[in-house]
C-alpha cells in the first residue's frame, strides 16, 4: 500500500510538474507572442511614423519646388514685362527721335525752299524791274539824245 501511495504521489508530483511546465510553455508562449506582437505594434507605428515623415518631407520638398518654381516664374514674368517696358520705352524714344529728326528735316527744307523761292523772287523781280528799266530807256533813247 505503501508503494501504491508513493506511486500516486511520483504520478501525482509528475503531473504537476507537467501541469507546472505546461503552464510555464503556455506563459512563454503567451510571453513570445505578446513580446512578438509588441515588437510587430512597434515595427508598425515605425513604418507608419517613418512613411509619414516621408511623405510630410515629400509634401514639404513638393511645396518648396512649388513655391521656387511660383518665385521663378514671378521673377521671369516681372524680368520680361521690365524688358519689354524698356524695349517700348526706348522704342517709344527711338520713334520720338525719329519724329524730331523728320520734323527738323522738313522745317530746314521748308525754310531752304521758301529762302530759294524769296531769292527766285526777287532774282525774278530785279529782272523784271531790269528789263521795264531798259524797256523804257529804249523808247525815249533816241528821241532824248537828241
Known amino acids: 500500500m505503501h508503494q501504491l501511495l ?34 510587430l505594434l512597434g515595427l508598425l507605428g515605425l513604418l507608419g511614423l517613418l512613411a509619414l515623415l516621408g511623405l510630410l518631407g515629400l509634401l514639404g520638398l513638393l511645396g518648396l519646388l512649388g ?44 525754310g531752304l525752299l521758301g529762302l530759294l523761292g524769296l531769292l527766285a523772287l526777287l532774282g525774278l523781280l530785279g529782272l523784271l524791274g531790269l528789263l521795264a528799266y531798259r524797256m523804257a530807256h529804249q523808247q525815249e533813247g533816241p528821241a532824248g539824245r537828241s
Not at 10 to 39: N, P, Q
Not at 84 to 98: E, M
Request: aromatic letters at 0%; zero cysteines; glycine letters at 26%.
Open 67 to 110: 513655391l521656387l518654381g511660383l518665385l521663378a516664374l514671378l521673377g521671369l514674368l516681372g524680368l520680361l514685362g521690365l524688358l519689354g517696358l524698356l524695349a517700348l520705352l526706348g522704342l517709344l524714344a527711338l520713334l520720338g527721335l525719329l519724329g524730331l529728326l523728320g520734323l527738323l528735316a522738313l522745317l530746314g527744307l521748308l
Open 6 to 39: 508513493g506511486l500516486l504521489g511520483l504520478l501525482g508530483l509528475l503531473g504537476l510538474l507537467g501541469l507546472l511546465a505546461l503552464l510555464g510553455l503556455l506563459g512563454l508562449l503567451g510571453l513570445l507572442g505578446l513580446l512578438g506582437l509588441l515588437a
